[in-house]
């Protein structure tokens, strides 16, 4: 199973979407902002195998926080979760082109069924 980096600032979804993500076997590593998902990320340990993020959080947003951990880790595979997902989508914003937009709402087995897809590719 993926060694998943979740970055989500509102506290009720980070956890709902963390324990459906154990429950599915994986080890999940929680931050409440970007600041903190960069701080977990250039920890180094564990090594990522996805980082799952939200757009919109205080301080580093999720674009930001998936280009500076693609520039590091360039086989790290990143999932955007927004309401926002023409942002993601703009080819200006900077995003990383290979990332995966799963759009809110959404079902917990479309994410999970999702990060299978993403973490097997």
Do not use: Y
């Amino acid at each position: 199973m993926a060694n998943i980096l979740l970055a989500e600032d509102d506290d009720s979804m980070r956890d709902f979407l963390a324990k459906a993500l154990k429950r599915a076997g994986h080890e999940v590593t929680s931050c409440a902002d970007g600041d903190e998902g960069l701080a977990a990320f250039e920890a180094g340990t564990p090594d990522f195998d996805l980082l799952l993020t939200d757009i919109v959080m205080p301080g580093i947003d999720g674009i930001e926080l998936a280009r500076r951990a693609a520039e590091t880790a360039p086989s790290l595979k990143i999932m955007f979760i927004t309401g926002f997902a023409a942002v993601a989508l703009n080819p200006g914003s900077g995003a990383p082109t290979n990332a995966k937009v799963l759009s809110k709402p959404f079902h917990l087995r479309e994410l999970v069924d999702e990060v299978a897809r993403v973490t097997a590719a």
